[in-house]
């Protein structure tokens, strides 16, 4: 039968891997926001189709890490 009762350990373990996963998911959305917006706008490139589906995987990245905890990393 599983334990529906949480002990204190597994949910300070449970909270630290929710801050990392927000904090990976928000690192790797900037990273991915300079890399398909900025660098072109730099370089006078322009955008072209791979640099929309990075915008789009950014703000999937962010809005999953809202999900994930909607009051940010110190919640």
């Known amino acids: 039968m599983p334990r529906l009762i949480r002990s204190?350990?597994?949910e300070a373990h449970l909270?630290?891997?929710?801050k990392l996963l927000t904090a990976?998911?928000?690192?790797?959305?900037?990273?991915i926001v300079g890399a398909s917006f900025v660098e072109p706008y730099i370089k006078g490139a322009g955008?072209?189709?791979?640099s929309y589906v990075g915008m789009v995987l950014a703000l999937v990245l962010h809005v999953l890490a809202?999900?994930?905890a909607p009051h940010g990393?110190?919640?």
């Open 24 to 31: 990976n998911l928000t690192t790797y959305a900037y990273a």
């Open 73 to 75: 990393e110190t919640s």
């Open 47 to 50: 955008f072209k189709a791979a």
């Open 66 to 68: 809202w999900y994930v």
């Open 8 to 10: 204190a350990e597994q």
């Open 15 to 18: 909270k630290v891997r929710l």
